[in-house]
């Protein structure tokens, strides 16, 4: 009995990471072999086939060129941008790159599969090709916003646990909004912030830490790894244009998309530096701010941002998200924590949740105010068949962010009592925050001072 | 009256840089409102529309699928080349990646409106697509141009004051070359970098600190400051090409830009690596002149670099631009300051103002060379209407330079002394160089040693 | 002859590196001004020509769209990838960075040249557009892979002359293995990885240092060093589907190619973090595993990536080279420096060398069992004229696998000679891995305590 409580509480990894890891990638690919196929654009032989039965189709009119790209911005924030914008705590850098890099590896393969089950079998094959990829990566994104509220407090094999419960919830409230009540969510406020933020924040919840404070010394930033951060969130800024009209239809949407959301962005910037200058006694700048609610704004326009939204819409929008952002870094984390209970080690609230809801009603709004007048067709697949309603599109996009919010927090609640049983290696509450429970640390720097490389003498012979 | 001084010079930001950032962001969204429009291929009606129209224009077609992919490139050029080239101060970390992105963000909309007025309404609206998006990063480069000769002796109260009539003047000037004179510079040797560059000279001129030195154990990097900068250096390096090739015509002119623009810094920077060990006495490299000449050549084919300057042009002027930077960063830069109390903390001079004339002058001579038999029509819009007079050409882009230089110096004597106003809480001369003014900055790294999170018996029990 | 003798020691660079880059880049000039000639594509005039010949040759034909965007990744993988990965030493970062970006900028031209001569002449002329960037940048990817195997051991100047030699056989042997035995090749498993790994093994083994362990201390990382080194892993594991299909036909090939070395990469990531806790006593991961075993799944799927490998074979082919890395960095890397004395500093065997055998194998038996029922025509470029034999196509993959090999051991063997003369300012045994004697390294930081920068006194004050 002792032996194993001693093993359950041990945060050796040696077994339980190789072994699930092992176990899954095992799994994915016998699904893979049995269920995934090349798309008509990826294939060889039905690229070829179709291009003969229609004298139109050209190479150049392969989605390859219309969303690669952008996939490949999207695929520059999952993993650099997610994984440094957490590289801000002092002794979690290698974890938060490196079970970054893991968990978004597992989950991408993982969401390819959810995702291909849930959103339209092909004679019981699921097909992938870049959109796919933009997808799974999108899903993936989900996961990492999760991570954020859990960050420096869970273990590797936690860490992949709870990425096969969320990406399997994450698929499941996707083709309840997209495909049953027909919503838009290109950007996916609702769909991947809202969802990932109220998951996330349900699992730390449960697994509340009531001793956490111990570690309190080591959950906070030094000079270095604050610039690595900015690292992270840089690029998560630069390319969130790429990443909300990634899946947009080809043509005005997704030009619009980007003009939209790059003007969204830099309203929220200045609107973040403001609020944080303000809130600080001595009007100083706090880098949590900046590195974390400067990003509202492209969560923000995540629905509406494909919609008529006007770059005007936009600004109005971004102001706002940076706004309520930086005032929840500042006033409701700190009461989250000690009141309910909530601790969220990367603010994902602030940067993820308020926004992401924010973006839903903006999203609602906008569609209920659409008219065929300023739209033709495009946007609103409905509008061409005479079905248009919009105040009924207002009303169902509504809905999808009720829908969304009970998932994410019924689905965090269960994944988190699960993430509770004592097996996964998680760290003792002395050791949150810290690299050296799971890697292994290189010692201090040596021969810093030029001197000890080589004395003066040593050093002027050698350039003689 | 002590009040009244105490608080000029005081460098708190509480109220002055909310107050401007939101007063700024305000302004914005009611001009934006009133006079800003989707263009034909960011519009949903009018895109569709068109189509309609011609049964040619298809999606593909969009300019969407032109210019993004460039569009990124030079947005990260923006905002993690500028920002992190100029981390290489020890303690200005924060303040080099930060002011960069609130000025630059500032900026990218105060130029839509400013590039959107002056290069042609469209009955009374300003029209924005990927291409306005492109400009006004242009332009917002212009600006980070000037901020590297003032890096870290300012506020970022001074700094958006200094955005608003630099972007303003840039336009202003932009549209006397581009519409006025009709000159070639897509990518921008004069409007952007001469520009930028004898503008922020002239504004540090004005704010010339006799005490600086009292600041001088701070204006100097350390080893990871350094390798923070190369990180700039290396994305302002690689994406160039995409920066000069950004706005050409589609097609050739695109294609040849970039190319001309890869081999131009790939010669620049051998003859920086060479210059740099050949100037110092024990043959060793200097990291400013890696950082910074190796863009060099970049600049110098700002011009011509669309022309049919042929591969073998672009490697000359690459290296003679690699040239003189690293020697103006040697011999220039202290004249300068000991003798035109120029303080330049980046040498912007060396990179963006020789480098910037070389590349007008480059490029008057390579428009009067023209011919017919070689371009047939496409760079040179008046090629096609038979009014080709190369030596005019050449005469008007020399004219253009001359343009550029006195406008960037007149504009920058007045924007300085507005500077210079004792309001905008800029850092005391014992205080440049430092971010702890204007941010909260964490304290040191606790814990790093090992055995200080856990004792060997606790690390092998917890593994075990 | 002492004299003499104490020259040929100093690692002094100030005469001998500007006079190689110097004269190097003179006669690349000089050969790009009688040689090189803009592509059709490129050309003002034979593009406008091209397009009034044939009504459907528009702009967005021009290979700049197809290429470019794959083009810019490949450039990032090249010189932040390559070079940030190197950075994880401790005093070697100006070094790994700085170097490769001068041999990188080099062996860029010099490829085209060689490439060019090659691969095909047009009227003794060699043509230059989009792709032959990125078959130049593949090359200089060659030369980076073997500096790796050298890294912290060699001088500047050593690593041009090494790129000089290195480049001019990698154009002979690709000639060989395209042209000659018609193999395919896109991702470069053999021409790239293949012959870059083993040509750097047999340099290193030839250049042998007996007391290297002089140095030992400075042979390793310290903790930002890891994270910087980590910019450049996430970056190449990024931008690895890129890399795979940026030469690859357009249309359904560029596209499956990306999408096979997407999901081959994010298996060999679980793989490589399942391997890296299971070899370590204490189940703890290690740094180096991560930064380069993950990236393994790219180069084992270089040759077959373009091939109708499926998802699953590219899982499986993925998850296999992430294996024998991490086990090759555990077992092997110890036994080839104590028994083969191949001093491998960034275990390149590990990454490139094993891998890269896996993939030409792979290529060899995916070559053998294609049939047309599966691939159209398309790939395999024989298949069209009926000459199709898949057998024969397996038979001469193999061959140029092992022509391959015979080329880089070689080849390595006598430019390991050429380099070992004294006269390059090769660092001593014990001042490998160390900035200082190629730069001028800044002194440790200053002030890094608030309190000296200012007194809370001063502090108060400046803000009140």
């Known amino acids: 009995m002792t032996d194993r409580l001693t093993m359950a509480e041990s945060t050796n990894m040696r077994l339980r990471l ?50 690669y790209p952008s996939f490949q911005d999207v695929h520059v924030m999952i993993f650099v941008g997610f994984g440094f914008l957490m590289t801000f705590l002092q002794r979690y850098g290698f974890s938060s790159v490196g079970f970054n890099f893991l968990i978004a590896a597992f989950s991408l393969q993982w969401a390819t599969l959810m995702q291909g089950f849930f959103h339209g079998m092909h004679h019981g094959k699921i097909h992938v090709g870049v959109t796919s990829m933009i997808n799974a990566d999108f899903c993936t994104g989900s996961v990492l916003i999760s991570f954020g509220a859990v960050l420096g407090k869970t273990s590797p094999v936690q860490l992949l646990v709870m990425a096969i419960f969320e990406v399997t919830l994450f698929a499941v409230n996707e083709f309840i909004l997209l495909s049953m009540l027909g919503a838009n969510d290109a950007g996916g406020s609702m769909t991947i912030h809202t969802f990932g933020a109220y998951f996330g924040l349900m699992v730390t919840r449960v697994l509340y830490r009531p001793n956490l404070d111990k570690s309190k010394h080591r959950n906070s930033s030094v000079y270095h790894s604050d610039l690595f951060a900015m690292i992270g969130t840089i690029y998560l800024w630069m390319f969130w244009p790429s990443f909300n009209s990634a899946i947009t239809n080809y043509g005005d949407p997704q030009h619009r998309t980007a003009l939209n959301t790059y003007y969204s ?33 492209g969560v923000a326009v995540g629905t509406a941002g494909e919609m008529m939204l006007t770059p005007f819409g936009s600004m109005i929008v971004g102001f706002l998200a940076g706004t309520i952002s930086v005032l929840g870094y500042k006033y409701l984390t700190p009461v989250l924590e000690s009141k309910l209970k909530i601790q969220d080690t990367c603010g994902i609230h602030n940067l993820h949740g308020m926004p992401g809801v924010l973006g839903a009603v903006v999203g609602a709004v906008t569609s209920a105010l659409a008219s065929p007048g300023v739209y033709g067709d495009g946007v609103f697949a409905d509008a061409e068949t005479g079905k248009w309603n ?10 999808s962010l009720a829908v969304t919010l009970g998932m994410a927090l019924f689905g965090g609640l269960v994944t988190g009592f699960i993430l509770k049983l004592p097996i996964y290696g998680a760290p003792p509450d002395t050791h949150c925050f810290e690299d050296g429970l799971y890697w292994e640390v290189p010692g201090e720097e040596e021969g810093h001072e030029l001197n000890e490389v080589a004395t003066p003498n040593e050093m002027e012979k050698l350039n003689s």
Chains 1, 2, 3 share one sequence.
């Open 18 to 67: 190789p072994l699930l890891c092992i176990i899954l990638e095992v799994i994915l690919i016998i699904l893979f072999g049995a269920l995934v196929e090349y798309n008509d654009d990826t294939h060889a032989k039905l690229w070829n086939a179709n291009k003969s039965h229609s004298a139109t189709r050209d190479d150049y009119e392969n989605e390859f060129y219309y969303r």
């Open 265 to 297: 962005l830099a309203a929220c910037t200045l609107a973040t530096f403001a609020f944080s200058a303000l809130v600080n006694p001595e009007g100083k700048l706090d880098m949590v701010h900046i590195q974390n609610a400067a990003l509202a704004g």
């Open 390 to 399: 919009p105040q009924s599109r207002g009303g169902f996009q509504a809905i």
